[in-house]
């Protein structure tokens, strides 16, 4: 009932930028928490940056001052602005959503992941 629709990777030089975004739509009441996932390859997936619907954000360590997440909520869209990428960045990016629907019942769903490779 929830679609999350991500797009923004691709391949880098280490020190550019990439812009990751996901467009929430489907039977949406309400959006509360927004958040960016990555997977890089035989590493569990880690909790890169959150936002709560009163702006207030959170990031891990390692991106902090490098990436910053964002969201509109007129479009139902979050956004993460990555900076200085390096190469341990590299992974798959999924983005996921939290809320409630208009029968109220509340929902969870995930993007369906877009890749990111820095090298050169």
């Known amino acids: 009932q929830v679609q999350l629709v991500e797009s923004g990777g691709g391949l880098v030089q280490p020190g550019e930028s990439l812009r990751l975004s996901c467009a929430a739509s489907?039977?949406?009441?309400?959006?509360?928490?927004m958040g960016w996932y990555r997977q890089a390859p035989g590493k569990q997936r880690e909790l890169v940056a959150s936002?709560?619907?009163?702006?207030?954000?959170n990031y891990v360590d390692s991106v902090k001052d490098r990436f910053t997440i964002s969201r509109d909520n007129a479009k139902n869209t979050v956004y993460l602005q990555m900076n200085s990428l390096k190469p341990e960045d590299t992974a798959v990016y999924y983005c996921?959503?939290?809320?409630?629907?208009?029968?109220?019942?509340?929902?969870?769903?995930w993007g369906q992941g877009t890749q990111v490779i820095v090298s050169s």
């Open positions: 489907g039977s949406i009441y309400s959006i509360n928490g």
């Open positions: 996921n959503v939290e809320g409630k629907l208009r029968t109220y019942r509340t929902f969870n769903s």
């Open positions: 936002i709560t619907s009163s702006g207030n954000t």
